[in-house]
């Protein structure tokens, strides 16, 4: 079993460029960046070589998500911001080597329907898997849905919701990412949620819900989540992007524990 950090959420005791090596000291195997402009992504990738951690997963500039407002990646008359946003990413992504790049949840605008948000996403996404075959070739897209608790107004506010956006792109470098959080908040079955759409998503996510901290601190079953999923063939990454609920490194028993599930 592959674990992977999110140094974006966790290890944030430390500066980003001591967070790789924090990451490798407690037993993780790789880390994500969910926030790329936290800093430089030349110096970024040569913490993680020092560290010996792959970049498993970053995510793209979301725009003004993280303080309220729409995004960039299905809102209608933000293209240009959006390619300038994909550009920079995936410029990044191919510095650090990532496998996966998430390309960021986005809210329905007031004024605009869901359909015409959706078109904007699909041309969006053709825009950035167009760049990263120039810029970063190695690499997988990412659709990420929120949960309806959290982001009601979310564009995919279910796993069911970015699974087609998924099917209707069609191309083998674009996914899903199955996050147990954002599926367990809905009240969806996990094991329906994989059943159904596991065939999409070559990336795992996970953190306890609710709360959004570490396992053992919410309600979901992760042995039986991460025993389903190891028995259903799933054999790639599973990224830890979770907020500690105390000082990270207090909080990680939890890991032997899953290690023992999926072996």
Not at 1 to 24: G, Q
Not at 76 to 98: C, N, Q, S, T, V
Not at 255 to 263: E, K, L, S
């Amino acid at each position: 079993m592959k674990i992977s950090a999110s140094i974006s959420m966790m290890f944030r005791e430390v500066p980003i460029l001591d967070r790789f090596a924090a990451a490798a000291k407690a037993g993780f195997d790789g880390v994500e960046i969910q926030v790329i402009d936290e800093g430089d992504p030349v110096e970024m990738a040569g913490a993680a070589r020092a560290a010996g951690m792959p970049v498993v997963l970053i995510n793209l500039p979301l725009g003004d998500l993280f303080v309220g407002g729409v995004g960039l990646s299905g809102v209608p008359g933000r293209e240009m911001e959006f390619d300038e946003a994909a550009e920079r990413g995936l410029r990044a992504a191919g510095i650090l080597g990532a496998r996966f790049v998430h390309i960021g949840p986005s809210r329905i605008p007031a004024g605009h329907g869901r359909e015409e948000c959706l078109e904007s996403y699909r041309r969006n996404a053709a825009s950035a898997l167009d760049l990263a075959a120039r810029l970063a070739p190695h690499a997988v897209l990412l659709a990420e849905p929120m949960n309806r608790v959290e982001m009601p107004d979310a564009l995919f506010a279910s796993i069911d919701e970015a699974a087609d956006m998924v099917r209707a792109i069609g191309d083998a470098r674009f996914g899903l990412l199955f996050d147990l959080y954002h599926i367990a908040m809905n009240g969806d079955d996990i094991a329906r949620a994989w059943t159904s759409h596991g065939w999409l998503a070559p990336h795992v996510q996970f953190s306890d819900a609710p709360g959004r901290n570490e396992p053992g601190t919410g309600s979901i079953d992760f042995t039986a989540a991460f025993a389903f999923l190891r028995a259903s063939g799933y054999g790639g990454w599973y990224g830890a992007e979770y907020r500690p609920a105390g000082v990270t490194v207090a909080g990680l028993e939890w890991i032997d524990g899953m290690r023992g599930i999926v072996a």
